[in-house]
């Protein structure tokens, strides 16, 4: 047996040698300059990690508040950004070039089911033909430990079976935002298993808080309600949804990236939902924003939207089970921040 104190100096070593790991460790996130992006980007830095962004920027909501979290990540001295298009095959290889980094996590796309139904041929660039390129830039890495991407709890389409599983069928969607995104999936896999590439996708659930995206409900909401102007409520307010907090997604990301992918048989590829596993009814999410607000919201019911869905519900056994996940964060809470960040962002 070896000797107590020896044994602690091997431990000692690990750890030592783990920190310097992580210390070295040099991440490339697309959509840095988007909510979850921005928020992932600058935890890694916070533990002084390497964080090579990429962001085209583009103006499907406000490009002030993308420049204003560009500003904050621009302050740490391990970030480096390239304004990229991922769609432009050439343009991405030309910048990712001379870039060194060992995990991607691939956020960039173009969010927002109802827009789906404006403006389709965006999608299948940015959500078909960009995701592409990213798999065709972790193939051909050198030393690329791990890759994890962007899904959506919208996959499961209009199921009314709840919680939503991973192993529930997901070939229903209901908008082309969802297709493209059950898409990715399914590209995902078939890379994995040709090239051997260790994936990781996350079917995020409506994740809202601080600096988040003004198409949301959560955003738009507390922007009219302050302004005294009508809010639209649809199907009449009957829905139901899985509002995580920005908090707990980071912490989720972070922990997968830490311990790496969880060996699968068939191909290096698994899917998980990340969710909050606690959802709120549109009812109760508007009396708690009204709370924090102090005002009451104006409000126009009208029927369901085409593409939106009545109810999202994470069941997260499985990355609970293999990363250790547990979402923290209440709406009570949650919201709470997200009111004090925009009174103080907007000074309102």
Not at 43 to 51: I, P
Not at 159 to 181: G, H, I, N, Q
Request: charge should be negative.
């Amino acid at each position: 047996m070896m000797p107590f104190d020896i044994m602690l100096q091997a431990n000692h070593e690990m750890v030592i040698c783990n920190f310097k790991r992580l210390k070295t460790m040099s991440y490339l996130i697309t959509g840095a300059a988007g909510f979850i992006g921005f928020h992932l980007a600058k935890a890694l830095l916070d533990r002084g990690q390497s964080v090579i962004g990429i962001d085209n920027i583009n103006d499907y909501y406000d490009v002030a508040l993308k420049h204003s979290r560009l500003d904050k990540l621009n302050a740490y001295e391990h970030f480096s950004f390239g304004k990229v298009d991922i769609a432009d095959d050439k343009a991405l290889d030309a910048f990712l070039d001379d870039k060194q980094f060992t995990k991607i996590i691939h956020l960039a796309a173009q969010a927002g089911v109802r827009y789906s139904l404006e403006n389709p041929r965006v999608y299948v660039q940015s959500n078909l033909v960009g995701h592409l390129n990213m798999l065709e830039v972790a193939r051909h890495k050198t030393g690329l430990e791990h890759m994890l991407y962007a899904s959506s709890s919208s996959v499961y389409g209009g199921r009314k079976d709840l919680p939503f599983k991973e192993t529930d069928r997901a070939d229903k969607p209901v908008s082309l935002y969802a297709a493209t995104k059950k898409s990715d999936e399914l590209i995902s896999h078939t890379y994995a298993h040709l090239y051997d590439i260790p994936l990781t996708g996350l079917r995020f659930f409506t994740v809202y808080g601080p600096m988040g995206r003004p198409d949301m409900a959560y955003y738009s909401f507390t922007k009219r309600i302050l302004a005294g102007e009508e809010i639209q409520v649809f199907n009449h307010g009957d829905m139901l949804r899985d509002f995580t907090y920005i908090d707990d997604i980071v912490s989720g990301i972070i922990a997968i990236l830490d311990k790496g992918p969880v060996k699968q048989e068939e191909a290096p590829h698994k899917v998980y939902n990340i969710g909050n596993n606690n959802p709120e009814s549109l009812e109760d999410f508007l009396s708690t924003l009204e709370a924090h607000l102090g005002k009451n919201a104006i409000r126009k019911n009208l029927p369901m939207q085409p593409g939106d869905v009545p109810a999202t519900y994470a069941d997260i056994s499985a990355i609970k089970a293999d990363y250790g996940f547990e979402p923290l964060t209440g709406l009570q809470e949650g919201l709470g921040k997200f009111v004090k960040w925009y009174r103080e962002h907007y000074n309102s």
